[in-house]
């Protein structure tokens, strides 16, 4: 049965437009569709079962052969009977399958939306911070109505497994403690943004669906993840918004005064902002309602308000890829990335002065005890500056120590955990990450370490032809480029550490990202 059922999978999986553009039956003695519905069917069958609903498939007993050409032609051809006017048919309602899940480690919600057609959508959503049982059903099931009201649905069925979060809505049981008033009184305000609504408790085997997205994490199946919308919710719904300060008469801004003067030639009353922006307007274009700046290759940058712009530093400057960089480097990366507003750089400044971890790992600048010696070369990865760094919290695989490596011409970086700092280690290195990525180099160049100077690293680059160098050992500034790369990337380390510990070797392709 099993095989039967990995067969429709795998022709889904082959077949995808076709089945998200047309209703499909299979016809099958075996009943597919009670076994991917059973509560007791294997995990490995739920999980198909998952991946199975959003398509249009109905599963059916085949027919005999005999007369069934002339049956499915008669019963394509023959019209439907349209019921009396002034009846709302029952499938105009949507319905939403919500659970929550709390775990120590990880807790979070599941929302399955369910059209009037048939169609499902499908909503994990991860809580970065702690939640009881019954405060998580809450949570997945207000993150299921606002995702029905995002879709624009007007009548409304929930289905819940939680007994205590249906009687609260409903009025069956007395919500006593504070918060889980709070939370009844978020989930009516929210439901009276429906024409109708209907909320059940349902049996846990009837909610597989929800209580799977609900536990939803990094080992779950690829197949589901690519059909599931994943999210974050950083804090609980009931907690207090920010307030805005909104002034009564707000003064135009920058965009405004172009924008204006762009589409009918008008001023702002003061002279010297009025021969600003006569003089700033010709690099500036209207694009479906959106002031864009021309750079100076033709690209149009997509100009920022005061507070699109605070939000776009935040996320470069302490997202994923960030490494608290310096207001310089960017105010670059927001140009590269397509942004503009005028004091790009003074707004940098401004917020790198104020950022914690900048101002804790702050790098003081300081000379060098010598001057930098020029090492020129004109052929692109034909020479190799090598370096160690370390020693790390350890990591995945017991790493402990970094090793660096840059082309000297491209100042393209190559970087690898490794666990201990011998010959064979940095054999394996130049082999994996220089010979077979970017071919034989013509030198390399590194300290002076017993790794360096061990007779099976230098046999290894002997028999390749790669030529040997080392840097000064009171002098290390001769290897200056793969220095300041070392830096650069403890820098970003030392600020990332701080969150992921143990789990720098993870963060470390973002370090090299940025």
């Known amino acids: 049965m099993e095989k039967t059922i990995f067969a429709v999978v795998c022709t889904v999986k082959k077949l995808t437009p076709y089945f998200q553009a047309h209703p499909v039956h299979v016809l099958s003695q075996i009943p597919i569709g009670t076994l991917l519905r059973s509560p007791n069917a294997p995990s490995r069958v739920s999980k198909w079962g998952v991946f199975l609903g959003p398509f249009q498939i109905e599963f059916k007993p085949r027919p005999a052969i005999k007369g069934q050409a002339l049956a499915d032609f008669v019963v394509e051809c023959t019209a439907r009977e349209v019921g009396p ?28 939306a369910i059209s009037p057609e ?16 019954n405060e998580a ?13 995002s879709l624009r649905a007007e009548r409304i069925q929930v289905r819940c497994d939680s007994k205590l979060v249906v009687g609260h809505v409903t009025g069956e049981f007395e919500a006593k ?20 609504y209907r909320i059940e408790q349902v049996p846990r085997e009837e909610n597989v669906e929800a209580d799977i997205l609900s536990k939803l994490g990094p080992d779950s199946p690829d197949h589901i993840k690519a059909m599931t919308q994943e999210e974050e919710l950083l804090e609980p719904s009931i907690s207090p918004g920010q307030v805005l300060i909104i002034a009564l008469k707000e003064e135009p801004d920058w965009i405004d005064q172009i924008t204006m003067y762009i589409l009918d030639g008008s001023l702002p009353a003061d002279l010297i902002a009025a021969k600003v922006v006569k003089r700033r307007a010709p690099g500036y274009t209207l694009e479906c309602g959106r002031l864009y700046k021309r750079s100076y290759n033709g690209t149009l940058l997509r100009c920022l308000r005061a507070g699109e712009a605070q939000k776009l530093m935040e996320e470069i400057h302490e997202g994923i890829c960030s490494a608290h960089q310096g207001a310089f480097t960017m105010s670059r990366k927001v140009t590269l990335q397509g942004y503009f507003w005028p004091t790009i750089i003074r707004d940098y400044a401004e917020y790198v002065r104020k950022c914690k971890v900048c101002q804790e790992f702050q790098r003081v600048p300081g000379r060098p005890a010598t001057n930098y010696t020029p090492i020129s070369t004109a052929i692109p990865f034909a020479r190799w500056g090598i370096d160690l760094v370390g020693i790390f919290p350890r990591g995945t695989g017991n ?6 490596a840059i082309d000297y011409f491209t100042k393209w970086v190559e970087a690898a955990p490794v666990p201990t700092i011998t010959a064979e280690q940095m054999t394996k290195f130049v082999s994996k990450q220089i010979l077979c990525r970017f071919g034989v180099p013509q030198q390399i160049i590194t300290d002076n370490g017993t790794q360096f100077e061990a007779g099976g690293f230098n046999e290894f680059l002997q028999s390749w032809g ?8 009171g002098y290390p500034q001769t290897n200056g480029q793969v220095e300041n790369t070392n830096r650069t990337i403890m820098d970003g380390l030392k600020k990332k550490i701080m ?3 143990s789990a720098w070797v993870e963060e470390l392709p973002y370090i090299l990202w940025t």
């Open 177 to 196: 403690d504070e918060r889980m008033k709070k939370y009844r009184d978020t989930a009516l305000e929210l439901l009276k943004a429906f024409g109708a």
């Open 137 to 149: 059903e809450y949570e997945a099931l207000l993150c299921g109505l606002r995702l029905a009201a």
């Open 499 to 501: 969150e992921c510990k």
């Open 466 to 473: 790669i030529s040997h160098s080392y840097a000064a050992v």
């Open 399 to 404: 790493n402990t120590y970094l090793v660096v």
């Open 118 to 133: 048939g169609f499902k959508a499908y909503y994990s959503v991860r809580f970065r911070f702690k939640v009881s049982n």
């Open 85 to 112: 006017s002034g009846e709302e048919p029952e499938g105009s309602w949507w319905t939403v399958y919500t659970d929550g899940s709390s775990a120590t480690d990880a807790s979070g919600g599941g929302v399955v």
